[in-house]
T-cell receptor, first 115, second 116 residues
């Protein structure tokens, strides 16, 4: 089975802190994704990566950056956390190819609270 | 731009009753359609997907969905709901159009509550 793990289930940070969310997948998938999930808004794509060191902006990239130095690991970075970034963050991965038609495998999520 | 609408935010059914969750999409070309389920405290799991061919798609856990191009809909159904089906359900649309790597667009989600 594909396994996608996220470094923390719950995280509490203060406004202005730099925050790192880590995601690791063990199935050699080329594509990796970061979403945020908010009630009533569903999942919104922040960034995705289709190869090591490659990235594409999603729908809501403002205030976020990403890093993919190794194929299995995809990091989401909040350079200066703000309260409106309090949310559930989901990481996903999928096989190489168009992201629009491959099944995505999701991690359990990180619930981030910014005070 | 592609979009997905799930008109029902919250649905409550009795155990053993039938279920239909609605999904309407907007996409300029042939869509690829997905239903995912998220149990409390869990990530999303794929229930089923439609790419082409037979418009009635069977998935895991006894779910099925029907693609209706004329109505731009992809509704999820189950003939008899079990208490363990209580979860949040997401419809998503993707495809080969748009940016070179495409993307999935998710609906707002429908929360299903099951009464004993």
């Amino acid at each position: 089975d594909v396994k996608v793990t996220q470094s923390s289930r719950y995280l509490v940070k203060r406004t202005g802190e730099k925050v790192f969310l880590e995601c690791v997948q063990d199935m050699d998938h080329e594509n990796m994704f970061w979403y945020r999930q908010d009630p009533g808004l569903g999942l919104r794509l922040i960034y995705f990566s289709y190869d090591v060191k490659m990235k594409e902006k999603g729908d809501i990239p403002e205030g976020y950056s990403v890093s993919r130095e190794k194929k299995e690991r995809f990091s989401l970075i909040l350079e200066s956390a703000s309260t409106n970034q309090t949310s559930m963050y989901l990481c996903a991965s999928s096989l190489y190819g168009l992201a629009g038609y491959n099944e995505q495998f999701f991690g359990p999520g990180t619930r981030l609270t910014v005070l | 731009a592609q979009s997905v609408t799930q008109p029902d935010i919250h649905i409550t059914v009795s155990e053993g009753a039938s279920l239909e969750l609605r999904c309407n999409y907007s996409y300029g070309a042939t869509p690829y359609l997905f239903w995912y389920v998220q149990s409390p405290g869990q990530g999303l799991q794929l229930l089923l997907k439609y790419f082409s061919g037979d418009t009635l798609v069977q998935g895991i856990k006894g779910f099925e969905a029907e693609f209706k191009r004329s109505q731009s809909s992809f509704n999820l159904r189950k003939p008899s709901v079990h208490w363990s089906d209580a979860a949040e359900y997401f419809c998503a649309v993707g495809g080969a159009g748009g940016t070179s790597y495409g993307k999935l667009t998710f609906g707002q989600g429908t929360i299903l509550t099951v009464h004993p």
